[in-house]
C-alpha cells in the first residue's frame, strides 16, 4: 500500500497569493483529517470527512481556509489569501473508520512557507 | 479545559537502555490512545495504541500502559536504538473520530 500520499511536498509563495494542498488517502479509508502542526501550536486538526462530507470543521483558523472533498480518493485543502501565519507543515491523514478502526494513518505532509 | 499533556518535553537515553515516556490525560471520557512516532521531516508514524478497557498492550520493543485512576499513559521502548531517536507523542479520543495530540517528548539516544 502506497500510504496517504500529499503533494506538494513543498511549497513558497508570497503573501496574498492562493495555495493548494492535496492529498489523497490511503484506498478503502472512509475518513480524511487535516491537521496544522507549528512549533507553538503543536498538532491542530482543521477538519475532517467521512465519506467525503465534511463532518466537523471547527479548526479552520478563518474564512481563508478551505476543504473539499470531491471522490473518496482525492481532497484539497486551500488558503486565500495567504499570510505569513499560514507557514507550516500541513498533513493529511486518513482511518478506516467504524468500531476499533480509529487509527489515523499520516502522510508526509506539505511544507509552506508564506514570504 | 482538558487537554492531553506530557510530563517531560525530552529524554535523553543510552543505547540499549529502556525508555519510559509519560503522558498525562485530564479527559476521563476518553476511550481510546495511540501513540505516535514522529521523525524529522516525516508524518506521525503510528505505533501502538490501547482501549480503556485495557490497561497494558504490548508490541515489537514497545509497551503502552493505561493508567485509568490516575489518567497516566505511559510508553516503554525496550532496548533504545538510535532510530528510536524521534519526537513521540500521545493522542487521546473522546470525541467521534477526533484526536487530541499532547505537546510531544522528544527521545535523543546516546550511542
Known amino acids: 500500500d502506497a500510504g496517504v500520499i500529499q503533494s506538494p511536498r513543498h511549497e513558497v509563495t508570497e503573501m496574498g497569493q492562493e495555495v493548494t494542498l492535496r492529498c489523497k488517502p490511503i484506498s478503502g479509508h472512509d475518513y480524511l483529517f487535516w491537521y496544522r502542526q507549528t512549533m507553538m501550536r503543536g498538532l491542530e486538526l482543521l477538519i475532517y470527512f467521512n465519506n467525503n462530507v465534511p463532518i466537523d470543521d471547527s479548526g479552520m483558523p478563518e474564512d481563508r481556509f478551505s476543504a473539499k472533498m470531491p471522490n473518496a480518493s482525492f481532497s484539497t485543502l486551500k488558503i486565500q489569501p495567504s499570510e505569513p501565519r499560514d507557514s507550516a507543515v500541513y498533513f493529511c491523514?486518513?482511518?478506516?473508520?467504524?468500531?476499533?478502526?480509529?487509527?489515523?494513518?499520516f502522510g508526509p505532509g506539505t511544507r509552506l512557507l508564506v514570504l | 479545559g482538558e487537554s492531553v499533556g506530557l510530563h517531560l518535553p525530552t529524554l535523553s537515553v543510552q543505547e540499549g537502555d529502556n525508555s519510559i515516556i509519560n503522558c498525562a490525560y485530564s479527559?476521563?471520557?476518553?476511550?481510546?490512545f495511540i501513540w505516535y512516532k514522529q521523525e524529522s521531516g516525516k508524518g506521525p508514524q503510528f505505533i501502538i495504541d490501547?482501549?480503556?478497557?485495557?490497561d497494558k498492550r504490548q508490541g515489537q520493543r514497545v509497551t503502552v500502559l493505561l493508567n485509568k485512576t490516575v489518567k497516566h499513559l505511559s510508553l516503554q521502548i525496550a532496548a533504545t536504538q538510535p532510530g528510536d531517536s524521534a519526537v513521540y507523542f500521545c493522542?487521546?479520543?473522546?470525541?467521534?473520530?477526533?484526536?487530541?495530540f499532547g505537546a510531544g517528548t522528544t527521545v535523543t539516544v546516546r550511542a
Open positions: 479527559n476521563s471520557a476518553s476511550d481510546y
Open positions: 493522542a487521546e479520543n473522546f470525541n467521534d473520530y477526533k484526536l487530541s
Open positions: 491523514a486518513s482511518s478506516l473508520g467504524g468500531s476499533g478502526d480509529e487509527t489515523q494513518y
Open positions: 490501547i482501549r480503556s478497557n485495557m
